[in-house]
């Protein structure tokens, strides 16, 4: 499935959209904008919370926690001495772990659980110059790998 997301789409306390690849609205995410340390809720389209980010405040570097039902479900962590580019460690309760590494910048990178690329973030997918696609492998759960571009956006893009 292939969503559609906004270029500095996110400062913390703004709401947003995802849509799909025919432009319908999908996602809601809602930023927290009074709480201690950055906080959002992933919601449907109806208002159910599918998940909840939130930073991690005393932490050594860019760290967030996912939380599903009340309960931590992936843990993202920006690695801290990467020469010329960043990657991405994520941690899902239950299941191997995903990568995420290639031009964070510019929004063209692939999440990797173990060798096999399970999605692909790019500005090629669409022709809107200030849009960029998320393309995720059928079997991925969409959610959770969404939520941790929202979470890669914010982390590599937060001065601007």
Same mark, same amino acid.
């Given at each position: 499935?292939?969503?559609?997301?906004?270029?500095?789409?996110?400062?913390?306390?703004?709401?947003?959209?995802?849509?799909?690849?025919?432009?319908?609205?999908?996602?809601?995410?809602?930023?927290?904008?009074? $709480?201690?340390?950055?906080? #959002? $809720?992933?919601?449907?389209?109806?208002?159910?919370?599918?998940?909840?980010?939130?930073?991690?405040?005393?932490?050594?570097?860019?760290?967030?926690? =996912?939380?599903?039902?009340?309960?931590?479900?992936?843990?993202?962590?920006?690695?801290? !001495?990467?020469?010329?580019?960043?990657?991405?460690? =994520?941690?899902?309760?239950?299941? &191997?772990?995903?990568?995420?590494?290639?031009?964070?910048?510019?929004?063209?990178?692939?999440?990797?659980?173990?060798?096999? &690329?399970?999605?692909?973030?790019?500005?090629? !997918?669409?022709?809107?110059?200030?849009?960029?696609?998320?393309? =995720?492998?059928?079997?991925?759960?969409?959610? #959770?790998?969404?939520?941790?571009?929202?979470?890669?956006?914010?982390?590599?893009?937060?001065?601007?």
């Amino acid at each position: 499935m292939r969503y559609m997301m906004k270029q500095k789409l996110f400062s913390w306390g703004d709401d947003f959209c995802i849509k799909d690849e025919s432009g319908v609205d999908r996602f809601f995410v809602d930023g927290k904008a009074f $709480s201690f340390g950055n906080q #959002l $809720s992933f919601e449907d389209m109806a208002g159910n919370e599918l998940c909840f980010i939130k930073q991690v405040v005393f932490s050594l570097g860019q760290n967030y926690e =996912i939380y599903k039902d009340g309960q931590l479900w992936a843990t993202v962590s920006k690695e801290l !001495f990467t020469f010329f580019h960043a990657s991405f460690e =994520i941690e899902e309760r239950g299941a &191997p772990a995903l990568q995420a590494e290639g031009d964070f910048i510019y929004h063209r990178y692939t999440f990797m659980r173990g060798a096999k &690329p399970v999605a692909e973030v790019s500005m090629e !997918f669409f022709t809107l110059a200030d849009t960029y696609g998320v393309d =995720i492998l059928d079997g991925e759960e969409d959610v #959770l790998i969404l939520a941790c571009t929202v979470v890669i956006d914010m982390a590599c893009h937060q001065k601007d």
